[in-house]
């Protein structure tokens, strides 16, 4: 297994990331983050780890206005953060998949893009920009993903609004996080321009969606929404709920170590990945 640490600049700024290289011509999976995640945040080290295990190569990045700054886990960019919004998470998904030929990475042989959470809605977007580049993308690994980019709270968004930025705490850190206002005209739009539905069923590659039966965060249900639309436009997606899994699959930052449902959820992506 060969690691190392991969910075790409983008129009936007810097993107931090970690790549582990499981040899040429393996698959290589990018793994998006979701909303305050990054790539050092709990599982996601072990995911790579496991990744690699299975043959299989992967690069998880920190977006470029996602507040944290290398391998901290810290918000410490907050006038970055509160330009943060799908526009810009995005464009540098594009911008990650710009450079994989760049010489920067190996020799791949099947591509694939893997989000959790908030990080399901760049995904999708990204996959349709890509597609409509002629960019080839093997298969899409949705974890935990949200059906829809306006899941807030009707009191917070009228809040936001009223604003034009929103200060919401994060319970790790204690810090208040400030949500800013094109993010917000982002979340007004979801049923527009910023429609996951929509876009998903555009989407030509087999779609793997994994979901936690517990997922306190984002409920079950998302996922088989989204499960729905995918098939219609590819019949060999795939749904697995874990049992009495969290959004987290029952890990927790700083990361203690696996658990059967991260095992059962990951087992699930290497199955996808070496079957697509």
Known sequence: ??????????????????????????????????????????????????????????????????????????????????????????????????????????????????????????????????????????????????KQLNFWPQEMVDEWKLNKVYYKKNNRTGQMLPQGEEFLDEVLQSDSEWNVENEIKKLHQSICILHGENDEAVPEEHGRSLFEWAHRGNKNSFLKIIPGATHTYNTKHPFDGPTQQLEEMINAAVLFIHST
């Open 1 to 146: 297994m060969n690691k190392k640490k991969i910075s790409l600049a983008s129009e936007n700024g810097i993107i931090d990331g970690i790549y582990l290289n499981a040899g040429t011509n393996s698959p290589l999976v990018i793994i998006i983050n979701g909303h305050n995640g990054f790539y050092n945040y709990g599982m996601f080290p072990y995911l790579q780890e496991a990744l690699s295990r299975y043959g299989i190569s992967s690069y998880s990045f920190n977006f470029s206005h996602g507040g944290i700054v290398g391998d901290a886990d810290y918000f410490e960019d907050l006038v970055n953060y509160e330009k943060n919004c799908m526009r810009l998470e995005v464009e540098d998904v594009m911008c990650v998949l710009g450079n994989l030929h760049s010489g920067k990475f190996e020799k791949y042989n099947g591509l694939f893009l893997l989000a959790h959470s908030l990080g399901g809605v760049p995904l999708i977007f990204s996959a349709k920009k890509a597609q409509d580049e002629n960019t080839v993308i093997n298969g899409l690994i949705l974890v935990s993903a949200v």
